[in-house]
């Protein structure tokens, strides 16, 4: 190489590519960071638009590289409710259909647990199958009937005291063939609906959310600062976290990347938009 060819080379200004790179990839690693570091390149892409930044997909994969960053991947699912042979048992009122057309109309519940150096932590989440909000949650140190209850109890909370033709959908655990489950739940005008037994694809949508909680908090990269779990109440409280980002900022492909909050909203709006107004005579 000729010396006025490096020298050349060595004195030219970065380009406009390079430019953008060194402003991108900053900005591309906080927004990983807040996402519990948990976002692949499509899904960073999504955020990074909704951010406001003019960036391709496969500059954002480019750039994750760059960075040393990249997305989750899910794992092996554990069973952790067990039926009850000898309970009655709810019929399925869903057959693996978990759509719906509003909120309140098909609720999915299931159980997880956590290992800590303290013992056992068990968590419950019921999920409204419209937009993926997650309505009720309990964690406990205990997987009793109980714990379901409480959870069903935030959900009443934060979705209304009455919810006629709200159908709840569950595994066949013996929390979920409980009389005092199908009480609590016919208080506020639901009905009970259960899978069948050994059968993950009868309530596959409450396990996706149960697998990918796992993958993302219990699993998922933000833990190697935390280190192994040491307590129930850690679990819960990390929980509380993740199920506010899991409601209100995290981008959901079957939402169209959206999150489940901002989902909502706009079906509300589209109906108040849809209503004809009445004149006053």
Known sequence: MAPSTYYAARNRPPSARALQDADLGPALRQLWEENYRVYGARKLWKAARRAGYDVGRDQVARLMRVEGIAGVVRTKRVRTTR???????????????????APNQLWVTDLTFVPTWAGVAYVCFIIDAFSRMIVGWRVAAHMRTQMVLDAIEMARWSRGTQLTGLRCHSDAGSQFTSLRYGERLAEIGAVPSIGTVGDSYDNALAETVNGYYKTELIRGPARDERGPWKSVEDVELATLGWVHWHNTERLHGYLGDQPPAEYEQAHYAAQRTDQQLVGIQ
């Open 83 to 101: 039926p009850d042979p000898v309970a009655p048992r709810h019929p399925d009122l869903v057959k693996r259909d978990f759509t719906a057309s």
